[in-house]
Each structure stands twice: as C-alpha cells, then as structure tokens.
C-alpha cells in the first residue's frame, strides 16, 4: 500500500482507482492518470474518503439513473491540491480540500441562490451515476471546492461533505433546530446519527436516540445522548412519550423510512418537526392524513447539502466538533467497509485512507 503522505501512481501516467466492474463487484484498477487541471480547475490528491449508504446502494446496482460501468466508486473525500489550472485564485498547492460531490451547473437559479443541492441541471453524483473520488487524483471545477481550516484532519474533513453536511441542512435548514429544544434520532450509531447527536447536544438540546444494541446504548451515551432506547427490547414511540411526560419532541430526525417513520411521527409533539434523508428499510410508507393536519405536524424532505453546509460542517469540526469514526480501512479494503456499513454493525463512520 502506497504511503498515505504520497499517493503515487503505478507509473508516470497511471494511477490507482477502485472500480465498480459489476454488482458486489470492486477492483482496485491502474488507470489514466488526469492531465493538467484546465482553467478554472484545480487537481486534487485524494487522502480519505468516507463511507456512506449511496455507496453501499451503488454496490448493489441500486442506481437510480443511467450509469456505465467500469465505475471509480467514492462519494465523499478530503485531499489535497496538486495542481492548479489558470483562474482558480484563492487557492494553492497543497491547500487540504473537500470537494462537492454533486456536479451542478452552477448557473441556475437554485445555484446562484446558495441552494446547490436543487440545482435544476446537475449531472450526476460523483461514484454513484459518474466516476467519483477512489483514486489518487482528480481534476475538479475549483467552484466545487472547499478549503479545510487548520486542525481538521483528512480523516475528520472527509466526513464534512455528505455526513456533517447533510445533519447540518436537516437540522439548521429544514428542522430550525433551537437550544433548549428536545429532539428524537433515530439510529444513532449511524454515521448521520451520531453526527445529530453531538450538533443537537452542542446547543443545548434533549437528545432522545434509538439504538440496536446495549454496546451502542454505551456509545450513545459517552457522546452526549440523553436517554438511549434499544429499538429491539422496547418500543421506542412509547419510551419517548413516557420521557418527555407525553407531551413530545420537538423535532425527529428520520433516516430510517417505513420501520420507523409512522413511530417517529406519533413522537411528536403537536407542531413538531419531522425531517428525513433516507428510507434504509424501503421506499414507501401508509400515512394518517388526519394525524398529520389535527397534530399541525410539519414534514421535510431533506437530500444532501449546500456548499454553505460544508463549510458549515467544517468550522464546526475546527471548533472541537469531532465526527465519530467506527473503522478505518485502506484502499484496498473498501468492500470490507461496505459491507460493515451494510452490516449495521457500526457506530459511526467508515474511513478509506490512502
């Protein structure tokens, strides 16, 4: 395995890439090295990525838009700049980086608006509909780039632009999370999970959170859960209205989908907030209309983040906040980190080191 301080490719215009040939399927491939970075690119040496549930669903050719295959997998990365192309200023080499992943036009209205994951135009996500950041460089438009403040380290920076981001959007956007406020996460061992913990705790809040075994229930605890439930010895709707003396959380942070959303609804309070970004146990749930106006409940759909949130994410980071981190593997291990984040056995996230 190459030092993670010097990426080096197999030869002069080679480099390493972890490829999506087939369903389940990953191979650690040479490939064609990037030329120069063009005006107003920047190229980037990637040090870390992190591991998320796009990834696994690409894995299992769970695309939801033309892909072709051989694909470089990788959603999520930190690095640093190798090279820049002419009109990249503010920039130089060596600057640790994150990049954003969502390839977006950057000249529609959502775009111009700061409101970068609605871009009416974008092309696809990187490692999922197109080749993404599992290798050792990468050209990217400078605009998608985000500089990482000093003390971030590659490991932590490469959890800012999907896990941190995408709390940070839920919470702050969508969900207005304020101090003092009481908020139910469920899965909490998640990468995200973990990551809405420790915001929700960091500004006061009641964090009520769901786990599946008493070795997270621990882990929960340690950062900064209130009150832990095993989802799998009691029922969580119930210990929740029994905890806030059946009046309710303010807010439910949902990533679950149907195993879990109709419960998360019935924690509310009456005009709380329910904000989701995933359906891990299926895509479509019943819903009591009548609940939903009787209770005012208010529901927001949540995918993905703003470049603002990852800046966001990353001076949080700079200021103590620490992603929680469940494994790090190399390279060449990736699949082994997939199939512990499919596992459900985490808590935290999964690291790919260079």
């Known amino acids: 395995m190459t030092p993670p301080d010097q990426p080096k490719p197999a030869s002069a215009h080679t480099m390493r890439a972890l490829t999506l040939v087939g369903d389940r399927k990953i191979e650690l491939r040479d490939v064609d090295a990037p ?9 980037v040496a990637i040090k870390a990525i992190g591991l998320n549930h796009i ?24 690095g640093e700049i190798r090279a820049l192309g002419v009109d990249t200023a503010g920039f130089k080499v060596g600057d640790p980086v994150v990049a954003y992943g969502g390839l977006t036009c950057g000249t529609c209205k959502a775009c111009r608006e700061g409101r970068d994951n609605l871009c009416e135009n974008v092309a696809g996500i990187m490692g999922f509909h197109v080749d993404g950041f599992a290798r050792d460089l ?4 400078a605009r998608l780039i985000v500089p ?6 590659f490991r932590d920076a490469a959890c800012a632009p999907i896990a941190f981001a995408t709390v940070q959007h839920m919470l702050f956007d969508n969900a207005k999370l304020e101090p003092g406020e009481t908020i139910l996460v469920q899965a909490g061992g998640s990468g995200i999970g973990t990551a809405a913990i420790k915001m929700a705790k960091a500004i006061g809040c009641t964090v009520i959170t769901t786990v599946g075994d008493d070795e997270k229930a621990a882990k929960a605890k340690a950062i900064g859960a209130d009150h832990v439930i095993n989802y799998r010895t009691e029922r969580f709707e119930g210990m929740v209205r029994k905890l806030t003396n059946k009046k309710g959380v303010d807010v439910a942070f949902e990533h679950v989908g149907p195993d879990t959303f109709n419960g998360s609804l019935l924690c509310l309070k009456r005009g709380g907030r329910l904000v989701t970004c995933g359906s891990t146990s299926g895509q479509s749930t019943t819903l009591n209309l009548f609940q939903l106006y009787l209770q005012q409940y208010r529901i927001f759909g949540s995918f993905g983040a703003s470049m603002r949130n990852v800046r966001e994410s990353l001076a949080k980071m700079a200021n103590g906040l620490a992603p929680v981190v469940d494994t790090e593997v ?16 985490v808590f935290g996230k999964i690291i790919v080191t260079f």
Not at 148 to 153: D, E, L
């Open 35 to 43: 030329p120069p970075p063009s005006a107003g690119e920047v190229q």
């Open 330 to 345: 190399a390279l060449a291990d990736f699949e082994r980190g997939l199939t512990r984040l499919e596992s459900r056995k």
């Open 148 to 153: 990482v403040p000093a003390g971030v380290s």
């Open 138 to 141: 990468v050209n990217m438009p």
């Open 55 to 78: 990834d696994v669903w690409g894995w299992r050719g769970m695309a939801f838009a033309k892909r072709k295959l051989p694909l470089i997998v990788g959603a999520e990365a930190a």
